[in-house]
C-alpha cells in the first residue's frame, strides 16, 4: 500500500531552527508537497519538490531524496506564527495526492 | 472576494437532519475537491469534479451527494449522517487535474458535529 510517515508533534523554540521529516512509499512518483495549515485555517501550499536536492524559499526550505523516498522542511528563525500544522504530501504515478496525517509543530517564547 | 470561500464555517446537525454545504471559487480554476479531515489522520479525498464532471469518487458513502452546477460552485449535500461522519470539510480548487506540481487552493473548511 501506499503510505507517508511523518511524526505527529514537535516542539520548538522561537528564533531556532526546526526539521520536520516526512517518509514515503508510493507507487512511482510526480512529486512532493508541503501544505502549512493554521488552527480552524485552510491549507496553504508553501513547497513543490520533484528534483532532488533543496530548495530554498526565504525562512522555509525543503529537501527531497527520491531514492531514499524522504524529504524534510526546514524552518529557521522561528516566530511564534510558525506554530502550526505541516502536511505532507506525494502525487503518485496517477496524479493521485497520498497525504501524511500531519506534524503538529508548537513554538516556545 | 479571491480565494476558495466555503460556507457555513461551523455545523451542528442530528442525524436525521438535511444540510448542504457550499463552496464557491474566485480563481477561475477547472477543478473543485471535497476532502475530509479528520483528527490526526490524513486528508481523505471524497469527489473531484473537472470542468462540472464528476472524476472520482473515493467510495463515499451515499449519505454524501456532491453538486457541481458549474466550474465555481461546489455543493456537498448532507443526509441521515452517523457521528463518525463528525470532522473538519475541506473544499479545494486547482487550475487542471492530473498535471504534476498542480498545487491546491483550500477553503478554511465546514467543520461538522453530528450529534
Known amino acids: 500500500g501506499q503510505n507517508i510517515d511523518q511524526p505527529t508533534e514537535m516542539t520548538a523554540t522561537e528564533g531556532a531552527i526546526v526539521q520536520i521529516n516526512c517518509t514515503y512509499q508510493?507507487?512511482?512518483?510526480?512529486?512532493l508537497f508541503w501544505y502549512q495549515q493554521h488552527a480552524g485555517e485552510a491549507p496553504t501550499f508553501l513547497s513543490y519538490n520533484v528534483l532532488d536536492g533543496l530548495e530554498e524559499k526565504g525562512r522555509f526550505s525543503s529537501f527531497l531524496s527520491r531514492s531514499k523516498g524522504y524529504s524534510y522542511l526546514l524552518l529557521k528563525e522561528l516566530q511564534m506564527k510558525d506554530s502550526a500544522s505541516y502536511l505532507c504530501?506525494?502525487?503518485?504515478?496517477?496524479?493521485?495526492?497520498?497525504w501524511g496525517a500531519g506534524t503538529k509543530l508548537i513554538i516556545k517564547p | 472576494e479571491t480565494g476558495v470561500t466555503q460556507t457555513p464555517r461551523h455545523l451542528v446537525m442530528g442525524m436525521t437532519n438535511k444540510k448542504s454545504l457550499k463552496c464557491e471559487q474566485h480563481l477561475g480554476h477547472n477543478a473543485m475537491y471535497w476532502y475530509k479531515q479528520s483528527a490526526k489522520k490524513p486528508l481523505e479525498l471524497m469527489f473531484v469534479y473537472n470542468f462540472k464532471e464528476q472524476t472520482e469518487n473515493n467510495s463515499v458513502p451515499s449519505r454524501f451527494s456532491p453538486e457541481c452546477p458549474n466550474s465555481s460552485h461546489l455543493f456537498l449535500h448532507l443526509h441521515t449522517l452517523q457521528p463518525e461522519d463528525s470532522a473538519l470539510y475541506l473544499c479545494a480548487s486547482s487550475h487542471d487535474p492530473g498535471q504534476g506540481g498542480e498545487k491546491l487552493f483550500f477553503g478554511s473548511g465546514t467543520q461538522l458535529s453530528v450529534l
Open positions: 508510493t507507487s512511482g512518483f510526480n512529486g
Open positions: 504530501a506525494v502525487m503518485d504515478s496517477n496524479y493521485q495526492l497520498i
